[in-house]
């Protein structure tokens, strides 16, 4: 399979889930071929799965002393806190219409990718890269037709201080609530030295072009046209705080 690599840069966060919906909308008509996309962040923000509830997971207050906004992205999962400065974000569309075999594929480009650094992970076959148990990378997707993307962030380096800050604690699976910060690791944490995005950003390619012929790309015309459009919404409070 011939796959288009974007190396996007970093972008604000309203920019980013609008650039992966486009990728899926136009893959969807035909109008691209298989992609996958990698990017950063000009600002920290806390993403909420299409279906999360702001009150129920995050403290608004605290968001608003450190000046970071709630964006709600179009596919489903929890909600996440993506550090500018320690997190990368990845996507990949591409046709098929079994949704776990494009998880399984997405884990395992993870996987290489996060061997480059000498370290082992595992998939929880649903939402979540693991490595030493902490979550690493969170996955979340979506389907149209002959087409599935999957996405999510892998962190490399982020203030966990700033994470429990802002989403409130969640379940162990035991009834005690405890910190989200506690439920994750990082590559920085796990390789005992600060990694630096341009090295993920070097490794995440490698571990992609497993899954097929990586060439370096960049957007059409019609991509750029229907990010812009789709941007407008995500950036909306309407959209942002409709649950």
């Known amino acids: 399979m011939d796959l288009r690599l974007i190396l996007d840069g970093k972008n604000t966060p309203e920019y980013n889930i609008a650039a992966d919906e486009s990728l899926f909308i136009l893959h969807s008509g035909g109008a691209i071929p298989p992609t996958v996309r990698i990017w950063?962040?000009?600002?920290?923000?806390?993403?909420?799965?299409?279906?999360?509830?702001?009150?129920?997971t995050t403290h608004k207050h605290e968001m608003g002393n450190l000046g970071i906004q709630a964006i709600r992205r179009f596919t489903g999962g929890g909600v996440t806190f993506n550090d500018s400065e320690g997190d990368i974000g990845w996507a990949y569309v591409s046709t098929g219409q079994n949704v776990v075999a494009k998880y399984n594929e997405a884990a395992e480009a993870i996987h290489i990718a996060l061997l480059t650094f000498g370290i082992e992970s595992s998939f929880n076959g649903t939402s979540g890269i693991f490595v030493n148990n902490g979550k690493i990378s969170g996955i979340a997707g979506a389907r149209s037709r002959s087409t599935i993307l999957v996405h999510g962030t892998l962190l490399y380096d982020p203030d966990l201080s700033i994470m429990d800050r802002v989403l409130k604690p969640l379940s162990n699976g035991k009834g005690k609530p405890v910190s989200p910060a506690s439920l994750v690791t990082t590559l920085s944490a796990e390789t005992g030295k600060r990694v630096t995005e341009?090295?993920?950003?070097?490794?995440?390619?490698?571990?992609?072009?497993?899954?097929?012929?990586?060439?370096?790309?960049?957007?059409?015309?019609?991509?750029?046209d229907l990010i812009v459009r789709l941007e407008r919404q995500y950036a909306s409070t309407e959209w942002n705080f409709r649950m």
């Open 198 to 224: 341009r090295e993920v950003i070097r490794a995440l390619p490698e571990g992609f072009s497993t899954l097929g012929d990586l060439r370096k790309d960049s957007w059409t015309d019609l991509e750029r």
């Open 40 to 56: 950063g962040l000009s600002r920290s923000a806390v993403m909420l799965g299409r279906f999360s509830k702001v009150g129920e």
